[in-house]
């Protein structure tokens, strides 16, 4: 089983820029594919972004172009870079492996991202 801290979220203004990290604990990390999701009072949970154990991606089309998801297998750490923030990035920023996500299971606390002027 693994277990995921993430970290890295704040206020900035709209068009900036901020990094969200993903700290696993664990084994088998490397193996999972691994997603960052967010969610907004209301809201249902979205994907994000995905990358998996070799590093493909997908993206959202919210935020393609603007979002990069990394990953460093050996440091056990997923990595959310976020440029051209807009107020409606704004939401709880969670990282997960697809198989806990389908079973809703594993999730952390996340992380607050807040894009406003």
């Known amino acids: 089983q693994v277990q995921f801290v993430e970290s890295g979220g704040g206020l900035v203004q709209p068009g900036g820029s901020l990094r969200l990290s993903c700290a696993a604990s664990?084994?088998?990390?490397?193996?999972?594919?691994m997603g960052w999701y967010r969610q907004t009072p209301g809201t249902q949970r979205e994907l994000v972004a995905r990358i998996t154990s070799s590093g493909s991606t997908d993206y959202a089309a919210s935020v393609r172009g603007r979002f990069t998801i990394s990953r460093d297998n050996t440091k056990k750490v997923v990595y959310l870079q976020m440029n051209s923030l807009k107020p409606e990035d704004t939401a709880v920023y969670f990282c997960n492996t697809d198989i806990a996500a389908q079973r809703n299971t594993s999730w952390g606390q996340g992380t607050q991202v807040t894009v406003s002027s």
């Open positions: 664990g084994a088998f990390f490397g193996i999972y594919a």
